[in-house]
């Protein structure tokens, strides 16, 4: 069975970072493609970033140059580095096995003004 779970996620004021965990089970990550998702109270789960197989990744406008996705292969596991945070940016953070319907659990971010 394949299982995603993350963590990572928490309080952190304005221009502070967190960097959020994805451990995966029953799947290989390195040969998947993996994605960051959020969704903010009230709004639409929106995409935030991706990594490919090859470890090309791609990033949402909102997170270009604040944000990086990577992933370790030995331990199966994503991460998404999260710098100069925003009050915009709190969110559910979810990750999932794109094009499936295999999610996380989803791990809590709020940033302070």
């Known amino acids: 069975q394949v299982q995603l779970v993350e963590s990572g996620g928490g309080l952190v004021q304005t221009g502070g970072s967190l960097r959020l965990s994805c451990a995966a089970s029953?799947?290989?990550?390195?040969?998947?493609?993996i994605a960051w998702y959020r969704q903010a109270p009230g709004k639409q789960r929106e995409l935030v970033a991706v990594?490919?197989?090859?470890?090309?990744?791609n990033y949402a406008t909102s997170a270009k140059g604040r944000f990086a996705m990577s992933r370790d292969n030995a331990k199966n596991m994503v991460y998404l580095q999260m710098n100069g945070l925003r009050p915009e940016d709190t969110a559910i953070y979810y990750c999932?096995?794109?094009?499936?319907?295999?999610w996380g659990q989803g791990t809590r971010v709020t940033v302070s003004s």
């Open positions: 990594i490919r197989s090859g470890g090309g990744t």
């Open positions: 029953g799947i290989s990550l390195s040969s998947n493609v």
């Open positions: 999932r096995l794109s094009g499936t319907a295999i």
